[in-house]
């Protein structure tokens, strides 16, 4: 004999459950009926005797036995009884839930089946959701090499799924009505084969930005970084660097830190040096080939980012933003280190190498001096305004294929010194003694004297 599989006996019994359904179904129509002509004839007198019907003339017909009877009964097995359904949670709790006889018959569809919807009234929620979701397939770099963690499929009890479960046990009585739920399962959006077409398996291009090490760039740097970092980028699609890093509040990560204020002045606001990991993103696209859509420059150099390759992004006013240009997908990882952070693209290369020619510093604006008094004054060198052009060029096949040109204008930072506040003034009192009366005055002219301390000139 042909061993039969599970759910081979479970699509039967449900077949069986959806017959019976039927036989449900047929019935409470022909009842209907039947209470519709009744209504329309006046009805059957509820108290009083009823007059014997006429004996019929003629021979009597023998009716053989039908199933009219056997589906009677199992109608009213199949709605007439509770059922219970049952399942154990992810967290290990067990959940059982009893359909009433009444439930039961309220969700027969015209059709014979069982209507979800009705059931689930009677259902405990925690039973209907995800009991488990599925798991897309990742990237994860392991030794410096692309690896893909496997797809995971899901499961849920959804309204179908109970539907049929509790059709697969109304021809049962007593405990057998009680039924375990059997889960539907739920594809992840990205299975492993999605994973490996989309072409990453190698790194592309990676860029490591230095700075001095202080706690705000630590805290700053490190909550843009986890917001980049697992970043998948399909071909087409465009990177914004506020969209993925978010603004720059405290309910986000960020604290305040140094940025650049008016006239090229550093000033504290939240956010400082989100900047510096800016610049190396768009150095890593630059390397990478990507096509910039976006991008701004410091109003100011500062000496540690190459002039005329750098960026920067302000919440609500610019952005830095590049298109995946290439081919294949593109993944994004970002380590940060006590005083640098590294940006690697994972993909498939395009080009053999990505160069860049600086043309010179062009068109000096000497800078500015200010002495400063102010509370909270924080000295800073000064650095000369200028224009550079910076090109980027294609290499594939050893040759040249084309050149992007980039131009540049940097505006002067002023030298800061930190002097101290003026000394206030002196205020005397007359004092007035007593004495005899003293002759008029002779009329004196008065000599202004200034007692302020006036400001050193810049």
């Known amino acids: 004999m042909r061993p039969t599989s599970s759910r081979g006996s479970r699509s039967r019994t449900v077949r069986i459950a959806g017959l019976l359904l039927a036989g449900i179904g047929a019935i409470l129509i022909a009842l209907m009926a039947v209470g519709l002509w009744r209504s329309a004839s006046g009805g059957v007198p509820a108290v009083g005797p009823v007059s014997p ?10 009716v053989a036995p039908t199933d009219t ?24 709790t067990r959940v059982r839930s009893a359909i009433p006889p009444a439930t039961l018959a309220a969700a027969v569809t015209p059709g014979g089946g069982l209507d979800g919807a009705v059931l689930a009234r009677s259902v405990d929620p925690a039973l209907l ?41 109304l021809g049962a009585v007593g405990e057998s009505r009680t039924v375990t739920l059997h889960p539907e399962p739920v594809a992840p959006a990205r299975s492993t084969a999605d994973a490996r077409a989309l072409g990453v398996t190698e790194l592309v291009a990676s860029y490591r930005q230095e ?5 705000y760039r630590s805290v700053n740097i490190g909550t843009a970084a986890r917001y980049i970092s697992g970043t998948l980028l399909q071909p087409g699609q465009v990177f914004s660097m506020n969209d993925t890093i978010r603004e720059r509040t405290p309910a986000n990560g960020y604290m305040e830190g140094w940025i650049i204020g008016p006239d090229g002045v550093f000033t504290m606001a939240l956010g400082g040096a989100v900047s510096t990991i800016t610049t190396a993103m768009y150095n ?16 100011i150099y500062i000496a540690r980012y190459p002039p005329g390759r750098e960026a920067t ?32 693209l994972w993909g498939t290369r395009e080009w053999d190498r990505i160069g860049t020619v600086f043309g010179p510093w062009t068109d000096r604006v000497p800078y500015r001096t200010i002495r400063s008094s102010a509370s909270g004054c924080t000295p800073q060198d000064g650095m000369d305004g ?7 060029t294609f290499i594939r096949g050893g040759r ?59």
């Open 129 to 169: 959701g995800v009991v488990r979701p599925a798991a897309d397939a990742r990237f994860r770099i392991v030794d410096h090499r692309v690896t893909i963690v496997p797809a995971r499929v899901g499961a849920r009890i959804t309204e179908t799924s109970l539907a049929a479960d509790v059709a697969s046990v």
């Open 313 to 344: 992004v302000s919440w609500g006013a610019f952005d830095m933003r590049f298109r995946n240009s290439l081919s294949h997908a593109l993944f994004i990882t970002v380590q940060v280190h006590p005083s640098s952070v590294e940006v690697f």
């Open 211 to 215: 700075f001095p090490p202080a706690h």
């Open 386 to 392: 200028f224009r550079i052009t910076t090109w980027r």
């Open 284 to 299: 890593a696209a630059w390397a990478a080939g990507l096509q910039f859509v976006e991008h701004r420059a410091h109003s």
């Open 53 to 62: 019907a006429p004996e019929p003339t003629g021979s009597v017909p023998t």
């Open 400 to 458: 040249e294929v084309r050149r992007e040109e980039f131009r540049t204008r940097y505006l002067p930072s002023p030298r800061v010194v930190c002097v101290p506040p003026p000394a206030p003034s002196a205020t005397v009192t007359p004092t007035v003694t007593p004495g005899p009366p003293t002759p008029s005055p002779t009329a004196v002219t008065p000599t202004a004297v200034d007692t302020t301390t006036s400001a050193a000139s810049p």
């Open 69 to 92: 009877a056997t589906a009677v009964l199992d109608t009213a097995t199949a709605v007439g009884e509770t059922v219970t359904v049952q399942y154990s949670l992810p967290n290990g």
